[in-house]
């Protein structure tokens, strides 16, 4: 809808009509909730539905490390990005390594795809059930295979053993997406360029380094978006695996917010975390709209 | 080449292991599950699925999950359709704006909204039924339909609805007869995204039902009981839930990058 194109396109306000229902319904869901919760971010109550103004209090806790309610959500947010990097730095290269090894034509590549998707289309909860029972030590082969290995695993006490299985769930679970991405931008190169490329008898990095790489680019940032932002929210993986124990130790922001919101129901301190939340997010969110309508801009003045 | 189909091979080893292990244990009984460890059912039993098909406080999960899942799907690319095709094809006051505000609730997190979307669904009685999650999982799914689909119309050259329209065709009747022939594709891949995405949520179908309209993935819950965990059943209701996504991925496998890319790649 950018770029180029926009140009060329009409002006018409009665395109509004076209657009009205589902600015409608989404407007039903999302503008709604999020008015309760900037109401409720800015009250108190000591319970009976008596509610009085409390004005920037929440906000001003929760950016307050010393307090106990920020103290936890400097903590969580941290977690939080350091899962989101250990997930990409391990997620992209792996991703990029399988998609350069993908074969290109036949039923093989279908097969792989189909394969490839699989973990995607399984319901989150049973992604973290899967792992929950895959890493334990008497009936997973994982943890069985550890522990007979002689190696202390156990997710449920060890606070280094809980982070390794929700990664490795998390690149069982999302790898392939950046794999695909990847591979879809890999497709888009044409054969004379690999041709050309083993007459000058380019080295496999040389074909990688100049003709793949800049191919995928494109596709290795939204990528790299997508994941950091899912990421960034995971809540039902690793709730399920490890309910956000040992102690503390894998309680990001989703997880914790919950615990707030609908365990202890403290509701001006959920909103007040949620509307935070909800500002990080947005952020992100801007980077990757103004990238993806940036790359389509600069690929249809290519395409001109 | 041949080093290389290593890494893929060994890949997709991985990732069907944990899978594997789930099917694996559907198949045995709870002594055998809890006693030692073996690689394949010794004596396969069907008992788990058994159990599943015939109790309806279970495949009522199942009904209930496709029932909201099929509900969203359809809200969700009907209202869709024509939105994306303003956005496609006109330029009009706040287009940039609503564009962006649509990808933000996609990718608005459910934590968030669980709290504020029980509240509402409470007060306008919608609570504990298959509408308030279809409902609520339109705020995600909206915005990927729209996005989705847009990708695709934006493939469709302008000239085709110019001609069109020269020929004489009423807007409705292009609409119906030729352009949505022509996106047939893309409307697919959305409802196979907006399907996927449904399924896969928990938090907020977990949220808005109490008894009479939980999904299957929120009973599956169910099975710690007194006697202890019933990993059997655990793991064939865990199965179900992969089956309908293993199903339809077949027809949607060259489309699935673009799905994720929400129609951009």
Redesign the interface.
Same mark, same amino acid.
Do not use: H, Q
């Given at each position: 809808?950018?770029g180029e194109?926009?140009e060329?396109?009409?002006?018409?306000?009665?395109?509004?009509f076209?657009?009205l229902?589902?600015?409608l319904?989404?407007a039903?869901?999302?503008v709604?909730?999020?008015m309760?919760?900037v109401n409720y971010s800015v009250q108190d109550t000591f319970g009976n539905n008596t509610f009085f103004w409390n004005g920037i209090g929440w906000f001003k806790e929760l950016l307050d490390p010393n307090s106990e309610l920020g103290g936890r959500f400097i903590d969580a947010l941290g977690r939080n990005f350091l899962f989101s990097f250990l997930i990409l730095a391990i997620e992209i290269p792996?991703g990029i390594?399988?998609a350069?090894?993908?074969?290109r034509q036949g039923v093989a590549v *279908?097969i792989? $795809? @189909?394969?490839? /998707? #699989?973990?995607?289309?399984?319901?989150?909860?049973?992604v973290g059930?899967?792992?929950q029972?895959?890493g334990r030590s008497?009936?997973?082969?994982?943890g069985?295979t550890l522990t007979g290995l002689g190696i202390d695993y156990n997710y449920v006490s060890g606070v280094l053993a809980a982070w390794i299985t929700i990664i490795l769930m998390d690149v069982?679970h999302w790898?392939?997406?950046v794999v695909?991405?990847c591979?879809?931008?890999l497709r888009a190169i044409p054969d004379a360029f690999y041709q050309a490329a083993r007459i000058d008898g380019a080295s496999r990095w040389a074909i990688f380094r100049a003709i793949q790489l800049p191919k995928i680019s494109r596709?290795l940032v939204?990528a790299v978006l997508?994941r950091f932002?899912d990421s960034?929210?995971i809540?039902?993986e690793p709730f399920v695996v490890t309910g956000g124990g040992p102690g503390n130790a894998t309680t990001f922001? *989703?997880?914790d $917010? @919950?615990k707030i /919101? #609908?365990g202890q129901f403290d509701?001006g301190k959920?909103a007040a975390l949620?509307i935070v939340?909800?500002l990080i997010?947005?952020t992100?969110?801007?980077v990757?709209?103004t990238v993806?309508t940036h790359?389509?801009n600069a690929e249809r003045r290519v395409q001109l | 080449m041949k080093s290389s189909r290593i890494v893929l091979l060994v890949y997709i080893v991985f990732l069907m292991l944990p899978i594997y292990w789930l099917v694996n244990m559907s198949l045995k009984t709870n002594s055998e599950i809890t006693g030692p460890l073996t690689l394949w059912p010794t004596q396969i039993t069907f008992q788990n699925y058994v159990k599943i098909f015939t109790d309806s406080s279970w495949y009522m999960g199942y009904v209930n999950a496709v029932l909201y899942v099929l509900i969203n799907t359809v809200i969700s690319v009907v209202l869709a359709l024509p939105a994306a095709y303003a956005f496609s094809r006109y330029r009009f006051v706040g287009d940039k704006h609503l564009f962006f505000w649509l990808l933000s609730n996609r990718m608005a997190p459910a934590a968030v909204f669980a709290l504020p979307f029980f509240n509402l669904y409470q007060a306008v009685g919608l609570f504990d039924t298959v509408w308030a999650v279809a409902l609520a999982h339109c705020l995600f799914n909206v915005p990927l339909a729209v996005w989705i689909l847009e990708g695709f119309i934006s493939g469709v050259p302008r000239e085709i609805d110019e001609t069109a329209s020269i020929d004489g065709y009423s807007f409705p009747r292009f609409f119906g007869r030729i352009f949505i022939p022509l996106i047939a594709n893309g409307i697919g891949v959305a409802a196979f995204f907006c399907f996927m995405f449904s399924w896969v949520e928990l938090l907020l179908a977990r949220t808005l039902t109490a008894t009479n309209a939980k999904p299957i993935s929120a009973i599956m819950t169910r099975t710690v009981s007194a006697a202890g965990m019933d990993w059997g059943l655990l793991a064939a209701a865990g199965v179900l839930t992969i089956i309908p996504g293993a199903v339809v991925i077949w027809f949607v496998r060259n489309y699935i990058a673009k799905g994720f890319a929400l129609g951009r790649v």
């Open positions: 809808m950018t194109a926009r060329l396109k009409p002006y018409n306000n009665r395109a509004w076209m657009v229902p589902v600015f319904i989404v039903f869901s999302a709604l909730p999020l309760t919760v792996l390594a399988v350069l090894s993908m074969p *279908s792989s $795809l @189909v394969l490839l /998707a #699989l973990p995607l289309l399984i319901p989150w909860n049973v059930t899967i792992w029972v895959f008497d009936i997973g082969l994982l069985w069982w790898t392939s997406l695909l991405l591979y879809a931008g596709v939204i997508l932002m960034f929210m809540y039902t922001i *989703s997880i $917010l @919950v /919101a #609908l509701l959920a949620s939340y909800n997010i947005l992100v969110c801007w990757f709209y993806m790359v389509e | -």
